[in-house]
């Protein structure tokens, strides 16, 4: 049964395929007109949620492993978190945070990511990973 969502909460499920990632920063964009966002502020965090995305769609599932990748996003006055989660194989979390110049391809989003936001959280395991980042909104 699905929980019920609260006003401001926006939630997407996609499956885990690089051309679906435009529906997650579609629906980022829609919320940006509820609550008007700086067209840099914007770009900002359709980037850093592209990224999210794409590390969920890209390393999340083994070729022969269907899947599908929930994405929440949460408006709270002057505050905007979203959420990316799937149910992939995880991974190590801190060889993929370590420092810009040690970072591979993986950690280079997550680097974008906590460079454009004011807080991320990353939580992976065997089954799954979940990544939040928030921004606050002038």
């Known amino acids: 049964m699905t929980e ?3 006003p401001g909460i926006v939630a997407l499920t996609i499956p885990a395929k690089p051309e679906y990632i ?4 579609l629906a980022l964009s829609g919320l940006a007109q509820v609550r008007p966002v700086e067209p840099e502020t914007l770009a900002d965090l359709k980037l850093a949620l592209t990224e999210a995305c794409s ?3 890209r390393h999340a599932y083994r070729e022969d492993r269907v899947g599908t990748v929930d994405v929440r996003y949460e408006l709270n006055g002057s505050r905007l978190a979203v959420e990316v989660v ?9 060889s993929a945070d370590g420092e810009l110049g ?3 391809e993986g950690g280079l989003g997550l680097a974008i990511i906590r460079a454009l936001t004011d807080e991320l959280a990353i939580d992976s395991h065997e089954r799954g990973s979940r990544l939040r980042f928030a921004k606050n909104l002038p």
Do not use: C, K
Request: cysteine-free.
């Open 55 to 57: 590390n969920s769609v």
């Open 102 to 104: 040690e970072l591979d």
């Open 4 to 6: 019920p969502l609260t």
């Open 22 to 25: 435009a529906l997650a920063r």
């Open 86 to 94: 799937d149910e992939g194989s995880g991974f190590d979390v801190d």
